[in-house]
């Protein structure tokens, strides 16, 4: 017992004598002999100790964008996690059935491939400081760890990491949930780790299958998008940017937002609602492009109504002549408003095919709008929106396509009419579908009732634009007659104005 007891006391002797001698050599030596002599310390010490360490962080290039290797690994790992892990994270996988189990921060697992032993540790650094924000850890950095001999470098470099990378992209895209992004505004980002971007699992059960518009015209987007998604080399070959742009246009309820979702779904992509009007300045909208996926597609909905891209400047260059009469407070919310029309047109040009563009790939960019008559040809033209589809209103094609979804019928005695009468009237397939649905379960509401409910609706519409047109050209035959009477009243009035001067000069010009 003695022994232990001097044994201990030893032991914090020499303990206290090294931390004291650490101290002073802290106080005293001059920085440069401190420097000197802690780098060739830790010379030594990498010297005679036999590990590797190599770390992958969550984020690269100055911290811009999310390390694909980062969550490659993550995947990976998340199989052995769960097996050898005594603390883990878990999050819910595709179609919500089941979980993902990830090993938690500041835990090691080891693992072993062809004979070769490694050790992972996922870890992260705290915030330097402690401020109020809505987003709390927006300075916190996480990456893994990964620990191996020496002896193994090259096999563990040359091969077992390609091997965790491709075996990380497999389990990624078994267990990906394909989400809806949506970007947050400018003012309520923090950190380089800021939330531009937040996302729910999307769900939209849209598809061509299911999708009413003529079947040709849907097999040739088909086509196109799926030469788009297997063409890396090919873009690599002609030395463009990986990214392809659609520009649905069309009247209201002809199918744009829907033609997007089976895009989606048929792909396989993440869906980026980009709302312009959220977005300050045209940083923040090249950061916003950064922080997207491959594998997705970025929408801009009515962007003839986003913002006033073309007259910005004007407006920006006229002042209100009642600014300096407004109190404190009305003149800083004039003042915020200002703020929200700052992306310009050369901005949204770039980020669609300039430099930027270039930072990632497999993207298609697609806009909609209800008049492309309004956008500058330079925001449309060809190679940068590459392909322009029109979403017109419901035709006999379309329609079929609705009446197989929503009464599961494929003929009936009465398409020959809602044929003819689709023919020659504008209805969207979206006052179609509406036509088509059921409204209740009485057995009354067969596909009888409901494609009768269509016919009227048909004739009615036809009826309202026969008045439309009659209305139309009666106004367009008052405006000419009104100006032809304000014609001859000009005419009139020079006669008398060119008599009353031959009148009194003699002369007529």
Known sequence: MMMKGEMWSNLGSTMAAI?????????????QLQDYIFRYSKKLSNFMYPYVHVTFDEFTGERMKKSEAFAAIRSYLSDKSSAHAKRLKADVVKDSQSLVLSMDYDEEITDEFNGVKVWWAANRTAPRTQQFSFYPVSDEKRFYILKFHKRDREFVTRTYLIHVLNQGKVIAAENRQRKLYSNSAGQGWSGFRSTRWTHVVFEHPSTFDTLAMDAKKKQEIKKDLIKFSKGKEYYAKIGKAWKRGY??????????STMIAAMANFLNYDVYDLE????????ELRRLLIETSNKSIM?????DCSLDLT???????KKDDNEEAMDPMSRKAREEEKKDSEVTLSGLLNFIDGLWSACGGERIIVFTTNHVEKLDPALIRRGRMDKHIEMSYCRFEAFKVLAKNYLDIDTHPLFGEIGRLLDETDMTPADVAENLMSKSDDEEEDETYCLKNLIEALNAAKEEARKKAEEEARLKAEKEEKEKEQSVKE???QDAISAREVKENGVIH
């Open 299 to 303: 929408v801009i909905e009515d962007i």
């Open 311 to 317: 007259g910005q400047r004007e407006k920006k260059n």
């Open 247 to 256: 520009l649905l246009y069309g009247p209201p309820g002809t199918g744009k």
């Open 19 to 31: 931390m004291f001698m650490y101290a002073m050599f802290r106080q005293y030596f001059p920085i």
């Open 276 to 283: 312009l009007t959220t977005v300050k300045n045209n940083v």
């Open 491 to 493: 005419d009139v009035k």
